[in-house]
């Protein structure tokens, strides 16, 4: 079991920069694949990023929807058990609660329904 715990949401202005953590509990979740979905009001939940690997036998990648490629950098630090996203050059429309998720597994994958822990999300809103 993992349990994962977001932080770092808060209120910017269009243009400006946010590092949002996730925090793993109960055990390490260096192999596992971990994600950054959001979701704004009235749709569904949206991939954003992920640290993953190719194939079991492959080295460590990052993966990003092309929404957000070149402003969001995912990133980890296995010593203190955490993921990052640094968001940058934000923009209205990325005004969502975002969620950290992890797999059980480290293969990379895009889909909510694959991932098997979710954290509780923070609020990430993006002023015009």
């Known amino acids: 079991q993992v349990q994962l715990v977001e932080s770092g949401g808060g209120l910017v202005k269009t243009g400006g920069t946010l590092r949002l953590s996730c925090a793993a509990s109960?055990?390490?979740?260096?192999?596992?694949?971990v994600g950054w979905f959001r979701q704004a009001p009235g749709k569904g939940r949206e991939f954003v990023a992920a640290?993953?690997?190719?194939?079991?036998?492959?080295?460590?990648?990052?993966d990003y929807a092309d929404s957000v490629k070149g402003r969001f950098t995912i990133s980890r630090d296995n010593a203190k058990n955490t993921v990052y996203l640094q968001m940058n050059s934000l923009k209205p429309e990325d005004t969502a609660v975002y969620y950290c998720?992890?797999?059980?597994?480290?293969?990379?994958?895009?889909?909510?329904?694959?991932?098997?822990?979710w954290g509780q999300g923070t609020q990430v809103t993006v002023s015009s």
């Open positions: 998720a992890a797999c059980s597994t480290s293969i990379c994958r895009r889909g909510p329904d694959e991932f098997d822990y």
């Open positions: 109960g055990r390490a979740f260096s192999n596992s694949a």
């Open positions: 640290i993953c690997r190719r194939t079991v036998w492959s080295g460590a990648i990052t």
